[in-house]
């Protein structure tokens, strides 16, 4: 409202019945959810007291699109050998993606690279605090921006993964699963259940996630586990199955995917660059090797070298 303009009493009284409702349905599901995830959260190193802002920005890139019990030991590899982003950044960009494995989506690990050169020269090594600022780094998206900002530092910002997306479609819209995109009026949305108090507004972001990934599963719910089950508009209603069509898993087995795995990992596993010959070895149709392999270094996950062979980036 403009400062000095007049407003009238069933207006202030409106805006107030709203901000009273908004108050009202955050502490109904607040202290439930908070509660629950104190006797249920699962010991993530990313999670711990002590925990960096790097360890948190490290484990929510590794988390996209890969499975916790196989980011576990990949993360704590991770920083093992590169503990602050500086580390990172004086080793070559190919050292990062042969740390990376078979974590999948091999670009993560590049862009990583490129995140920890860009803190080190741009922020004096320290994860920036401000969203903005997440923003503007290699591979960090909206989520990843709030996630960092709220998990890492404490900041009140809506982080709407998955997991949240589902649980809040269900628990206030009784929708079965949440649009591909988040829309507008999802993120007001999650934006008004956040608790005013910062840091237990990150904390209860944690909770609505940690709560999708253990009981509001997408294909398993366990609603009697669920602590705002009495709450939820979704269970109120039967459980409506919806009418969005679920995409199809995607093939991996003999995919562009699969064999450009492949070709990183024989660079990986040898200490040397690699000759055509090599990657001849491990996959046996050439045409859908030689586009695999184009893409690579498209990408920049491979160097080509004058004499022939192949290197990953920064290695000769």
Do not use: K
Request: net charge positive; charged share 20%; with cysteine.
């Amino acid at each position: 409202m403009q400062a000095g303009r007049y407003v009238s009493a069933p207006t202030r009284r409106l805006v107030n019945a709203r901000a009273t409702i908004g108050t009202i349905m955050t502490m109904r599901y607040t202290e439930p959810v908070l509660d629950w995830y104190r006797r249920h959260a699962r010991d993530l190193p990313w999670r711990a007291p002590g925990a960096t802002a790097w360890s948190v920005l490290v484990s929510e890139i590794m988390l996209q699109q890969t499975p916790v019990a196989r980011v576990l030991p990949a993360h704590g590899e991770w920083l093992a050998r590169w503990p602050t982003p500086a580390a990172l950044a004086a080793d070559p960009p190919g050292e990062a993606i042969r740390q990376w494995g078979r974590l999948g989506y091999p670009r993560r690990a590049l862009r990583l690279h490129e995140t920890a050169t860009i803190i080190t020269e741009r922020h004096f090594g320290a994860v920036p605090e401000d969203v903005d600022a997440l923003l503007a780094l290699p591979g960090i998206g909206r989520y990843t921006a709030a996630a960092v900002a709220s998990f890492a530092f404490g900041q009140r910002h809506a982080v709407l993964d998955t997991n949240v997306r589902r649980v809040l479609a269900r628990l206030v819209t009784g929708r079965p699963r949440p649009a591909s995109t988040p829309s507008v009026a999802e993120r007001r949305l999650a934006e008004s259940l956040l608790p005013a108090e910062p840091a237990v507004a990150a904390r209860w972001s944690v909770a609505v996630m940690e709560l999708g990934a253990l009981v509001c599963t997408a294909a398993s719910p366990r609603c009697a586990a669920c602590p705002v089950a009495r709450d939820c508009a979704w269970l109120a209603a039967g459980q409506p199955a919806g009418s969005g069509v679920r995409r199809p898993s995607q093939r991996y087995d003999g995919t562009d995917r699969q064999c450009r795995g492949r070709l990183l990992a024989v660079l990986r596993e040898s200490g040397s660059p690699a000759y055509r010959a090599d990657f001849d070895a491990v996959w046996t149709d050439r045409a859908q090797l030689a586009r695999a392999l184009d893409a690579l270094v498209t990408d920049g996950l491979v160097d080509p070298l004058p004499d022939g062979r192949y290197a990953l980036p920064g290695s000769r």
